[in-house]
């Protein structure tokens, strides 16, 4: 693999952070409608959520336009990763996925005794469609896209993901993971959805800790196959995981159009300020399609995580293709403009 996590020296003090760039958190939710819902359903903690459940997932099955039993809920989507991996690699075998990549997936078909099969992005940071295709051997039991992708906010072109997805679903389920897919700007086009009700083994995560600013609440979904989600319900994951606070804002959620709308222009508007910025710096971001940004650094990169930290910036770095890289989420405008000019500080730009 070419990527590695650089782990800072200190953990991260939140309490004095001026700007929190650190996990591709949304700074402007949960919406007041969101955070009106929870707030009066507090005392409905006594209860379990099951029919809230049900009311969440007929309302994404609308959305999405499939059906009820082609969804299932997780407390984030990373739960999903998670027990998609625990299911299909009981038996160990491999995963065939881009790298670099998200690496929840990958990290758990390990930890189950499966092996990572990682095919190289292509030059423009693209998933190598083409590869991955060629890597799929008669041991592997999943494969997994990234699109956008994360840690690099490139994106894979959707028809030939679609393409991808038809044919190698035939063989084995294909994992595409949209948790950035709304920040998009045609978003309806570039799913993969559409193949879940061609009845393809294809599963599709979605996640409402990007665009609706809910990430400490922890609601995500899968839209994939009854058959297929039926391995995973019967075995590791009811709808006894999830929270009935966070149920009642995710539903106060699917109900938001301008909220949603906003949160989307501004983070296309801070990812061009910040473009800008880097780029009068000397910096050479890859092209991001998400609500994060990366590019390479000269500085060592655990060095510069800890004086960035120290000015109360949190980002991350990688280590990857040889080379430090710093991945900044896009924050309020106040954040980033705080970003621009520590990093200005700290490289001496
Ligand atoms: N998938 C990708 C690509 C992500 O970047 C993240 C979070 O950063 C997740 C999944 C997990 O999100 P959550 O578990 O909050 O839904």
């Given at each position: 693999?070419?990527?590695?996590?650089?782990?800072?020296?200190v953990?991260?003090?939140?309490s004095?952070?001026?700007?929190?760039?650190?996990?591709?958190?949304?700074?402007?939710?949960?919406?007041?409608?969101?955070?009106?819902?929870?707030?009066?359903?507090?005392?409905?903690?006594?209860?379990?959520?099951?029919?809230?459940?049900?009311?969440?997932?007929?309302?994404?099955?609308?959305k999405?336009?499939v059906?009820?039993?082609?969804?299932?809920?997780?407390?984030?989507?990373?739960?999903?990763?998670?027990?998609?991996?625990?299911?299909q690699?009981?038996?160990?075998?491999?995963?065939?996925?881009?790298?670099?990549?998200?690496?929840?997936?990958?990290?758990?078909?390990?930890?189950?005794?499966?092996?990572?099969?990682?095919?190289?992005?292509?030059?423009?940071?693209?998933?190598?469609?083409?590869?991955?295709?060629?890597?799929?051997?008669?041991?592997?039991?999943?494969?997994?896209?990234?699109?956008?992708?994360?840690?690099?906010?490139?994106?894979?072109?959707?028809?030939?993901?679609?393409?991808?997805c038809?044919?190698?679903?035939?063989?084995?389920?294909?994992?595409?993971?949209?948790?950035?897919?709304?920040?998009?700007?045609?978003?309806?086009?570039?799913?993969?959805?559409?193949?879940?009700?061609?009845?393809?083994?294809?599963?599709?995560?979605?996640?409402?800790?990007?665009i609706?600013?809910?990430?400490?609440?922890?609601?995500?979904?899968?839209?994939?196959?009854?058959?297929?989600?039926?391995?995973?319900?019967?075995?590791?994951?009811?709808?006894?995981?999830?929270?009935?606070?966070s149920?009642?804002?995710a539903?106060?959620?699917?109900?938001?159009?301008?909220?949603?709308?906003?949160?989307?222009?501004?983070?296309?508007?801070?990812?061009?300020?910040?473009?800008?910025?880097?780029?009068?710096?000397?910096?050479?971001?890859?092209?991001?399609?998400?609500?994060?940004?990366?590019?390479?650094?000269?500085?060592?990169?655990?060095?510069?995580?800890?004086?960035?930290?120290?000015?109360?910036?949190?980002?991350?770095?990688?280590?990857?293709?040889?080379?430090?890289?710093?991945?900044?989420?896009?924050?309020?405008?106040?954040?980033?403009?705080?970003?621009?000019?520590t990093?200005?500080?700290?490289?001496?730009?």
């Amino acid at each position: 693999s070419v990527i590695k996590e650089l782990v800072p020296h200190v953990p991260l003090d939140e309490s004095r952070m001026m700007a929190k760039l650190n996990a591709n958190e949304n700074p402007y939710g949960p919406s007041p409608k969101v955070i009106k819902a929870i707030a009066d359903s507090v005392s409905l903690g006594n209860r379990y959520g099951h029919g809230d459940a049900a009311i969440l997932i007929d309302m994404i099955a609308e959305k999405e336009g499939v059906k009820p039993e082609n969804i299932m809920l997780g407390p984030g989507s990373t739960d999903l990763l998670e027990k998609t991996a625990i299911v299909q690699f009981q038996q160990g075998g491999n995963i065939v996925a881009g790298d670099p990549a998200y690496m929840s997936i990958m990290n758990t078909a390990q930890a189950m005794g499966g092996n990572w099969k990682a095919v190289p992005l292509t030059k423009d940071y693209a998933h190598d469609l083409k590869a991955m295709a060629a890597a799929v051997d008669s041991n592997t039991n999943l494969v997994y896209v990234c699109n956008p992708n994360n840690p690099t906010g490139s994106i894979t072109d959707a028809g030939e993901l679609k393409k991808f997805c038809s044919e190698v679903s035939a063989k084995v389920p294909v994992f595409v993971d949209e948790a950035y897919l709304e920040f998009l700007e045609n978003p309806d086009s570039q799913t993969m959805v559409g193949l879940v009700s061609e009845g393809k083994d294809v599963i599709v995560a979605r996640t409402f800790s990007k665009i609706h600013g809910m990430a400490g609440l922890r609601i995500g979904y899968i839209v994939a196959t009854p058959e297929r989600i039926e391995t995973i319900t019967n075995k590791v994951r009811s709808t006894m995981g999830l929270c009935v606070t966070s149920l009642k804002g995710a539903i106060a959620s699917m109900q938001e159009k301008t909220f949603l709308a906003q949160c989307k222009s501004q983070n296309t508007e801070c990812r061009e300020y910040v473009e800008d910025e880097i780029k009068k710096m000397g910096f050479n971001p890859i092209p991001s399609y998400t609500s994060f940004m990366i590019f390479p650094i000269a500085m060592d990169g655990r060095e510069f995580m800890k004086s960035m930290y120290e000015e109360g910036v949190g980002i991350r770095t990688y280590q990857m293709y040889d080379q430090s890289w710093c991945r900044v989420s896009m924050g309020t405008h106040d954040e980033l403009a705080y970003f621009v000019d520590t990093i200005k500080k700290v490289t001496k730009a």
